[in-house]
């Protein structure tokens, strides 16, 4: 199916553990995004990616790390995660134009206990 | 600085009312566009409307309109003869032309209720 799909779509781990979450998308979109949303802040940029291997922080990129070396791919990883890490993760995907909009999955609720 | 303000946490407006969304931004950039995104309780976000910093007119689609005042930086929403299924979060997004980036800057949101 064409679009955006993340994996998991729930997760619980614990303190210190390693988590990856997934981001597939179809349309080979050049943009890649990772969002958290927490209650108040809306949607904060973690990590983006202009292409395939070229990555960039966002405004909390801390305790993350990004990859994209394949275009339709661009996995999110908690190398160590915390309590303040519990939050709603949307990836999105968008066109190289500046007026497309960003399209976004479904979302992965991860929980850390 | 926040760039991307909405001041109303929460709307209620009746049902075939129409109901406003505000949303204020702050950017040196003199080229940006600015977006709304709908996130119902299921979860997903849903774009609605673009509009860019030089375009002439506001833009519409459908129910949906964005009250652009540009000297004000405001990018209020306005949904016309709202529905139930419009309750729901709605979010304000800027995006800056500047430079290569394309990410979206996105406020805290307004959750709208609408009554029957």
């Known amino acids: 199916d064409a679009g955006i799909t993340q994996s998991p779509r729930y997760k619980i781990t614990e303190t210190g553990r390693q988590v990856t979450l997934m981001c597939h998308q179809t349309?080979?979109?050049?943009?890649m995004f990772w969002y958290r949303q927490d209650l108040g802040h809306g949607l904060r940029l973690i990590y983006y990616s202009a292409a395939a291997d070229i990555t960039d922080k966002g405004e909390v990129p801390d305790g993350y790390v990004v990859s994209r070396s394949k275009t339709e791919n661009f996995p999110l990883t908690l190398e160590s995660a915390t309590r303040s890490q519990t939050s709603v993760y949307f990836c999105a995907s968008s066109e190289g134009t500046q007026i497309s909009e960003a399209f976004f999955g479904q979302g992965t609720r991860l929980t850390v206990v | 600085a926040q760039k991307i303000t909405q001041t109303q946490p929460g709307m209620f407006v009746q049902e075939k009312e129409a109901v406003t969304l505000d949303c204020t931004y702050d950017?040196?950039?003199?080229?940006?566009?600015l977006f709304w995104y709908k996130q119902p309780s299921s979860g997903e976000m849903i774009f609605l409307i673009y509009?860019?910093?030089?375009?002439?007119q506001n833009a519409t689609e459908g129910r949906y309109s964005l009250n652009f005042q540009k000297a004000r930086k405001s990018a209020n929403l306005v949904i016309s003869a709202s529905q139930l299924g419009d309750s729901a979060m709605y979010f304000c997004a800027m995006r800056e032309f500047s430079g290569s980036a394309r990410q979206l800057t996105f406020g805290s949101g307004t959750q709208l209720t609408v009554l029957p």
């Open positions: 349309w080979s979109h050049s943009y």
């Open positions: 509009q860019g910093s030089y375009d002439q």
């Open positions: 950017t040196s950039d003199p080229s940006y566009g």
